[in-house]
Each structure stands twice: as C-alpha cells, then as structure tokens.
C-alpha cells in the first residue's frame, strides 16, 4: 500500500514509470510514458525510456518509432542511437543497426555495449579484423566477459591472426566454466594447423584419460 501510495505521488511520470518497472509492471510504465509523450512530444529522454521498455517487452516497431525521435531530438545521445540499434536489429533493418552503432561509438567510444554489439555485426559482415578491434576493447574493460573472448578468438582466427586466437582460448583454459568449449575450439584450430601432438596435450588436459585400476588377484586364503 505504501509502495502504491508513493507511486501515485512520484513527481514525474518518469520516476512513476521506473516505480511500475521496479515492481514488474513494465505494461503500467509504458502507458505512463506513452501518454507523456503525448502531453510532450518533444520530451526525447522520456521517447527512449518508452523504447527501451517497448523493447524489453519485444514489440520493436513501437520502439523504433519513439527511439527514432529520440535520436533526432537528441543526436548528441549514445544511447538514444545504440537502443535504435537493437530495435532495428530486431526488426531485422541491419544496415540502420549497424549505422546506429557506429554513430554510438562515435560519440562515446568506449562505450563497452555499443563495441560488443558493433562486433557482431561486423563478423556478420565478414569485416573479422574491425570486429576483433573492438572486442579487444570490449574484453580490456570486462576481463570476465568469457564469451566475449571467445568471440574474439574466432574473429582472430577468422582475420588471419592465428597466434593471437590460440593465445586467447589458451588463457580461457584456466576459466573452469567454459575450459571444455575453450580447449575444443583450441583443439579445431590446432589440426587445422596440422599441429596434432599439440592438439592432444589439450585434448589431454580437457578430458585427462581414465587411470586403469589393476586387476586384483584371486586372493589365495
């Protein structure tokens, strides 16, 4: 009751739609965002929190209407551009996702979710050595970003920068959640280079062989 009580007297609809997300009624932020935005067209931060929401809830043409609009209201803002991106890249528009990133990072370039996505994108693209650039400053920031590093590893290998992948799956063996994915693709690239005692020794440290129990002998008593 007090939760409601203080929803009802938040001071803009901003505050009151991040109350209704904070308990899981995103349907109830998006109609108060929706029909601010109608009182105040102009309102650009309120068009992208309406867009994220409609995002989040996977209806991206609604979203990419009002993030549309954010970002022309406001051109300066990254995120008005990045949250377009994943609009756009749901609605299947990749090349205004990808556009959409590049002006993000153009105006922010370290912004870490803007490089991951770009990435993608780009490896999509067949454009390996631009994507492993950005990873590369993605996993600088996010050491634990495991994930990524594979990613960065395959756009590596995929570059022609075999040393630099094996060097990265190499260091995601001692990340025990994801050592068996890691040593696998290790293990691809190592054949691929016709380097099969090295390939075992990973297959080994992966998968160590079974020690064999010795046959107990029939005791004699």
């Known amino acids: 009751m007090i939760a409601l009580l203080a929803l009802v007297l938040a001071a803009t609809p901003l505050e009151r739609a991040q109350g209704f997300e904070a308990q899981g009624e995103d349907g109830k932020a998006i109609i108060e965002l929706t029909n601010a935005v109608k009182w105040e067209p102009r309102w650009a931060l309120g068009r992208v929190e309406l867009g994220r929401l409609q995002l989040k809830q996977g209806d991206a ?41 590049e002006v993000a990072l153009a105006l922010r370039a370290d ?84 380097r099969t005692a090295d390939a075992q020794k990973v297959r080994h440290l992966i998968d160590p062989p079974k020690r064999q129990l010795r046959e107990l002998k029939p005791s004699r008593r």
């Open 61 to 101: 043409d609604a979203a990419l209407l009002h993030l549309d609009v954010a970002r022309t209201l406001t051109p300066e803002n990254p995120r008005a551009h990045y949250l377009f991106a994943l609009a756009a890249s749901d609605a299947g528009r990749h090349n205004e996702a990808r556009r959409s990133l």
């Open 111 to 194: 912004y870490s979710e803007a490089q991951e996505r770009l990435a993608s994108v780009l490896v999509a693209d067949g454009e390996y050595l631009r994507a492993a650039e950005l990873l590369t400053a993605y996993v600088a920031t996010r050491p634990e970003a495991n994930g990524a590093r594979l990613q960065l590893a395959d756009a590596l290998e995929r570059a022609g920068r075999a040393k630099e992948a094996e060097a990265q799956l190499r260091a995601l063996l001692d990340m025990p959640q994801i050592k068996t994915l890691a040593g696998r693709r290790l293990i691809a690239l190592l054949d691929t280079q016709g």
